[in-house]
Every structure is written in structure tokens, then in C-alpha cells.
């Protein structure tokens, strides 16, 4: 498919993008942001899926590099979740032509609003409490699990990502806020990379306003991820906590009403 990228609309699109790449590189939720822009711009939903994770993985990757750089994201330890996150994204992605999304579209509102409840009625852990879970047999079982859960529904729907892997990071591991942030953006990276090798294998990526759009969001992640690490869990969770109760009143309009 062939689209009219004059100025106006790459513009714009550049502009959605950069917002998109600030707020995910802090809460996640940057795709509720993008698709419905790429959807508005005429491109069809399998190209705009495609497109978007072509976008998305600038940012992830630019956001996940910051926080491997300020130490808050540690590959070796998190290895069981990478696997877990790459095998789930592949699944997802090769199952989304397959399934029937009406079930998960209906559930899905539910499942983020209690995420949102328990974020807000929870104590969060203390900023003193900066380190890693012991690694355990019962951590690693848990890595696995939350890589292919989170990772196949990257693949196979992707809203609110991020925002899964910082609230469920957090109650698995009872690790602060903003490790959980790195954890999130680094997984996050994961899953797009994976479920992007295989759009562009199904032929559902536009180049052009993939890479324009990548290009911004990655400025808007760079500003985001250091404006998270720098102001900590007081800045993080506000934003955390807004952009999972906008998840899951967008998704609830389109599922229920």
C-alpha cells in the first residue's frame, strides 16, 4: 500500500511519536498513542501493528540502553526472563492471525483496572530497597512465567506492555519502582525486536514512517528514561499510575461500549 506522506503528516506523526517515547520510557502505554495516529494516517490495522513495533523498537532499545547504562538493569540476572519474553513474543505474534481477539479485548479492561486498584492501595517499596531479588529456583520459575505471559501478549495485542511489566515486576520481586522500570523497558525491547522480525516477514511494516516515527520516539525515550532515573520512584509512579487507569478506560470504550 501506497500512502501520501506529504510534510503535514509525517509531522505530525513525528510529533505523536516523540510524546509516545517520553511516556513510555516512564510508565509504558506509548502505544495507545501511536496506533490510533498510524490508524488515523490510513494505514490499515495489520500495517499499523507492524509499523508501530518498527517504531516501538527504537524507543524500547533507547530507553533499555539508558537504564543498562545507570546500572538499573542487569542482563545476567534477567536472562530466564529474556529467554521467556522471546520464545512468548514469537507465539503471540504467530498467533494473532489465528485466534479471536474478542475474548482478550473484553478481559483485558478488567485485568488493568485491578492492576491500577492494587497500585494505588498498595505501600510501595521503600527507595532504599535498591537491589535485586535473591536468585532462587522459585525467582527463575518466576522469570519464565511472567517472560512467556507478558512477551505472547506483546505479540499478540501490545497495549499497556510496560505498564504489565513494572506492576507485575514489582509484586513478583518486591523491587522498587524504578528497577522495575528498567526491567520493563528492557523486556519490552525484547518483545518488539521479536515481534517486528516476523511483521516484516508477513510483509505488514511501513519503512518510511516506521523509521521517522522510530527516530523521534527514540528522542522522546532518551528524555523520558533520564527524567524517570533522575526524579525516581516520586515521578515515576504518578505517570505509572495515570497511564494504567488511560489503558484501561481506552480499552474498556472499545471492548464494552
Known amino acids: 500500500m501506497e500512502l501520501a506522506l506529504d510534510f503535514n503528516l509525517m509531522a505530525m506523526l513525528a510529533a505523536v511519536a516523540f510524546v ?9 502505554g506509548g502505544g495507545l498513542l501511536t496506533i490510533p495516529a498510524l490508524l488515523t494516517a490510513g494505514l490499515p490495522p495489520h500495517l499499523a501493528l507492524g509499523t508501530n513495533k518498527l517504531a516501538a523498537t527504537f524507543g524500547s532499545a ?11 538493569f542487569d542482563p545476567r540476572f534477567w536472562q530466564r526472563a529474556f529467554w ?10 504467530l498467533a494473532v492471525d489465528a485466534l479471536s481477539v474478542d475474548w482478550l479485548e473484553r478481559a483485558l479492561p478488567l485485568l488493568i483496572l485491578a492492576i491500577a486498584v492494587h497500585s494505588l492501595v498498595s505501600k510501595p517499596p ?3 530497597q535498591h537491589q535485586l531479588p535473591e536468585a532462587t529456583k522459585s525467582v527463575h520459575r518466576r522469570q519464565w512465567g511472567q517472560g512467556l505471559a507478558i512477551g505472547f501478549y506483546d505479540g499478540f495485542a501490545g497495549p499497556g506492555t510496560g505498564a504489565f511489566w513494572t506492576a507485575s515486576s514489582m509484586m513478583l520481586y518486591k523491587m522498587n519502582i524504578l528497577l522495575s522500570s528498567g526491567l520493563a523497558r528492557s523486556m519490552n525491547f525484547v518483545s518488539n525486536a ?5 511483521f516484516i516477514a508477513l510483509g505488514h511494516v511501513q519503512f518510511s514512517i516506521g523509521i521517522a516515527m522510530g527516530l523521534s520516539l527514540m528522542a522522546g525515550a532518551w528524555i523520558g528514561a533520564h527524567s524517570a532515573i533522575r526524579f525516581g520512584g ?3 509512579r504518578p505517570v505509572f499510575i495515570t497511564m494504567v487507569m ?12
Open 20 to 28: 509516545a517515547g517520553f511516556v513510555d520510557a516512564i510508565a509504558g
Open 62 to 72: 533507547t530507553a533499555s540502553y539508558t537504564f543498562y547504562r545507570k546500572k538499573l
Open 84 to 93: 521467556g519474553t522471546l520464545l512468548g513474543a514469537a507465539i503471540g505474534t
Open 126 to 128: 521503600q527507595e532504599e
Open 194 to 198: 521479536t515481534s517486528l522480525g516476523f
Open 234 to 236: 516520586r515521578f515515576i
Open 246 to 257: 488511560i489503558i484501561a478506560a481506552n480499552l474498556a470504550w472499545k471492548a464494552w461500549l
